[in-house]
């Protein structure tokens, strides 16, 4: 039997949620069963999800666990009832042994918002199964989840367009 890892990819610069893509159509490529789980994209349609279902990659969006940063309004306890619904039914899933990857895109941020405990996040990763490649994304990981991780990218902003009032473009940065 494989052993799956923990993959961690964090940092202030881009390219987190585009580093996971990849790894998810490479892992399809290979014959893996793949989940590719998102929260905190609202209920935006097209992006990379679009693309991953083509692929008959499995796809699962937690559109109700939005993120503070572009919601500033949201109800915050609402949020966090939200995101323990998420976390149950994640956890559900990892536990049912359909996957052999499964990436939680923007999982790290539920931490840095305050919506998720870093108890809870280390008490899903220990309950894997063994064989469970699974990736987080998302800025803020803390110095626990990457302690207990076995590979960790940070991508690091060294120069970016929006500071040079480029906003964000479709299919590049969006």
Do not use: W
Request: with cysteine; net charge positive; glycine share 8%.
């Amino acid at each position: 039997m494989r052993k799956g890892l923990v993959h961690i990819y964090t940092g202030e610069g881009k390219g987190k949620t585009t580093a996971a893509v990849g790894l998810a159509i490479r892992a399809k490529s290979r014959g893996l069963r793949v989940l590719f789980a998102q929260f905190m994209k609202g209920d935006k349609k097209g992006g990379e999800i679009e693309l991953l279902k083509k692929l008959s990659i499995k796809t699962k969006r937690f559109q109700r666990v939005l993120s503070p940063y572009f919601y500033p309004n949201i109800d915050k306890e609402k949020l966090k009832f939200e995101t323990y619904k998420s976390l149950k039914n994640i956890n559900k899933i990892i536990l049912s042994n359909d996957f052999d990857l499964i990436v939680l895109d923007e999982f790290n941020c539920l931490i840095q918002e305050g919506l998720l405990t870093e108890n809870e996040a280390l008490e899903l990763i220990s309950n894997k199964p063994a064989n469970l490649e699974l990736v987080l994304t998302g800025r803020g990981a803390t110095k626990r989840l990457i302690e207990i991780a076995d590979y960790v990218t940070e991508m690091n902003g060294v120069k970016h367009p929006f500071y040079s009032g480029i906003s964000a473009r479709k299919g590049i940065e969006y």
